[in-house]
């Protein structure tokens, strides 16, 4: 199963980081979770959103370059070692992930994006080993 | 299709006409403008030591500095009551250079106009969106009289409103486009963001594009918004020499054809000033024989270029000069070396993942310039590495070119400032 994460290209300039929040806020587009990259030019901002392309629609209507891109959310247990056994799950059947970041923690589970380069081989991994992944439906649940 | 049965004319009656028109023209601003005979006594030339057109290198040359000298009517060559039109340059610093016209001068301007928008594949048929600014800039009224005097339908829409630009195109069927090569490529981006897709929605055909430079990978970046079979030719000109119609580019895409019948050119060094032998690349030089109220002698454009006497295969036997490398104006000195904006331009828009909008800043650090090159991405991605890629391409190709070390910076789409008229990329901030 694969959710739709809205990356934004920003460039390191003071305020430009707000901008863009300020748009997804006028829209009243909830954010889930974010990850910030940056060098000393320019950043990717990473976003999960309530609905993503309706972000999308008004970054560009704002002015803002934006992108859709396909990644993957497992809901894992919150315990020491989950994430690596995972990963290491993965690594085995030949998958790769480019980068991650937490979504959210309750109090027995936790939620982690994963952002690979081959998805459908990814979600197959994911679904022969039985780990958990989410929906943008269940996204609102989260 | 030949617009005047002039521009193929045999070399030796070319020259004839030239000589004839030379002699005659130095000998009226010897006895007309005083500070003509005044700088040719200084260089001891009378007008009769102008035998041949070999002569004409025995002449001073003219700068802008001599009209700023001489502003505003200094060197005018008839009384004021006999001119019909005035115009002048931005002249960002300091005074304008002004030029005017009589009415033998408009007649001469729209002929010479009429021959390169012929040469550029205008005709009757055409709608012509001409969307030069109108005003004191002598483009948009040299393109406008001359494609009328074709029979061309002139939408004279100036520069800016682009959305408006778009619906003009749209609901007149414009055939032909006249404008910067910049605001070409504006107006495709504006036509493209409200659902309009140039080539397949728009009737444009032909884009006469001046007042800037057209480098090969400018003409590809426009052929890619306005499609594969538009016809672009670049055209060239000075208000103190006329404004455009000096030179213009017929389908050949070999260079410019020189209006040789109304202009002498010359290539020098500019650092000499000696007349350099056919081919080699230097200044141009041009001589007005052809002018009522400003013929300029030898006036020194600061253009860089060659030219090519050797006949067209489009039939005209016009020279042509090579399109321009730049403008020796232009010409940046960073750490020693010497950089014409348009070899970074062409770097750019070698880069597929950049679009064609940039800025160039030049800095300096300490005792060292410093070059910094905004680019704007075209496309988004989630990719570090796509970025990388990116920057490290340009900052290659620019060592690889130029000689010097760079600083690339991305910025997203539609970020870079746009521009109508000629656009302004380079700041250069070393001085302040």
Redesign the interface.
């Known amino acids: 199963m694969f959710v739709k ?1 809205l ?5 390191n300039r003071s305020g430009r980081l707000s901008e863009v929040l300020g748009v997804l806020k006028d829209n009243n587009v909830s954010i889930l979770s974010l990850s910030l ?1 940056d ?1 000393t ?2 950043g ?1 901002l ?1 976003l999960i959103v309530d609905n993503a392309t309706l972000g999308r629609e008004k970054l560009t209507e704002n ?5 859709l ?1 396909e990644v993957s959310i497992i809901k894992i247990p919150h315990k020491v070692g989950s994430l690596q056994k995972i990963l290491e799950t993965i690594d085995k059947n030949g998958g790769n992930i ?1 980068y991650m970041y937490g979504l959210s923690i309750e109090s027995d589970m936790a939620y982690v994006v994963l ?1 690979t380069s081959d998805i459908q081989k990814l979600d197959r991994i994911l679904e022969e080993n039985n780990i958990h992944t989410i929906s943008c439906e269940d996204l609102a649940n989260v | 299709m030949i617009w005047s049965k002039e521009e193929t004319l045999p070399r030796e009656e070319i020259e004839k006409i030239q000589l004839e028109r030379l002699q005659e023209t130095i000998t009226r601003v010897y006895s007309k403008v005083p500070a003509y005979a005044k700088k040719m006594d200084e260089a001891g030339v009378k007008p009769e030591d102008i035998k041949t057109l070999k002569d004409l290198s025995k002449l001073p040359f003219v700068t802008k500095q001599d009209m700023r000298d001489n502003y505003p009517f200094g060197l005018f060559a008839v009384p004021k009551d006999k001119l019909v039109r005035i115009h002048a340059s931005s002249g960002t610093t300091g005074k304008p250079t002004v030029v005017g016209y009589t009415q033998g001068d408009l007649e001469t301007w729209t002929e010479c106009v009429s021959r390169i928008a012929c040469m550029g594949g205008a005709t009757e048929k055409d709608v012509a969106q001409i969307c030069f600014g109108y005003g004191m800039f002598t483009g948009a009224l040299g393109l406008h009289y001359g494609l009328e005097n074709i029979g061309a339908a002139i939408v004279p829409s100036s520069t800016g409103n682009s959305q408006k630009q778009i619906m003009y195109m749209q609901d007149f069927e414009t055939s032909l486009l006249v404008a910067t090569p910049s605001y070409a490529l504006r107006l495709a981006e504006v036509a493209k963001e409200m659902g309009v897709e140039p080539e397949r929605d728009l009737k444009v055909k032909i884009a006469l594009v001046g007042s800037e430079l057209l480098t090969d990978a400018m003409r590809e970046e426009m052929h890619k918004f306005w499609g594969k079979d538009i016809l672009i030719t670049s055209n060239y000109g000075m208000s103190e020499l006329m404004g455009p119609g000096v030179s213009g580019e017929c389908l050949e895409h070999c260079g410019m054809h020189i209006n040789e019948d109304y202009f002498i050119p010359e290539i020098i060094d500019p650092k000499t000033g000696e007349v350099l032998p056919e081919g080699e690349q230097g200044e141009l030089v041009i001589t007005c024989i052809k002018k009522d109220a400003l013929p300029l002698i030898r006036y020194r454009t600061k253009d860089i270029t060659r030219l090519f006497y050797e006949k067209c295969k489009c039939g005209r036997t016009f020279c042509r000069m090579e399109n321009l490398s730049g403008r020796s104006d232009d010409m940046l000195k960073i750490r020693g070396v010497n950089v014409f904006p348009s070899q970074i331009e062409e770097v750019i828009l070698s880069v597929e993942e950049l679009g064609p909008h940039y800025e160039i800043i030049l800095e300096r650090e300490g005792f060292l310039d410093k070059l910094t090159v905004k680019v704007e ?1 075209a ?6 590495s796509v ?1 990388e890629k990116i920057t490290a391409e340009v900052r290659n190709k620019l060592k690889i070119i130029l000689g010097l070390d760079a600083k690339v ?7 870079l400032q746009r521009f109508e008229g000629k656009a302004k990329r380079v700041k250069d901030l070393r001085s302040k």
């Open positions: 994460q990356t934004v290209f920003i460039e990259a060098t030019e320019y990717l990473r002015g803002f370059s934006s992108l891109t480019e952002k | 991405l496309h988004s991605t989630d990719s570090f970025l910076m991305l910025e997203s789409p539609n970020t």
